[in-house]
């Protein structure tokens, strides 16, 4: 299993902390974005966003990421700050 947890906005517009989906389904990040994105259009429009952010066991990374049974992938929206 892989688990995908969303952070900051993410978590609301989505009204979702966390899921888990089946290291089967996906081989990298942009499959987990797809898989998710099927789910309805609320989902779908959060994944259309190409500022959203994601790391995987901690680490940055980008859509072409590998992931395997039991990494954490995360999602949230961009950084901003002053």
Avoid: Y
């Amino acid at each position: 299993m892989i688990k995908i947890v969303f952070f900051a906005a993410l978590r609301e517009q989505l009204n979702c902390a966390e899921l888990s989906l089946a290291a089967d389904d996906a081989k990298t990040v942009n499959d987990i974005k797809q898989l998710l994105s099927d789910k309805n259009e609320q989902w779908q429009q959060t994944f259309s966003n190409t500022s959203l952010l994601s790391a995987v066991n901690h680490d940055m990374v980008d859509g072409s990421h590998l992931v395997k049974s039991g990494d954490e992938v995360a999602f949230f929206p961009p950084v901003t700050g002053g």
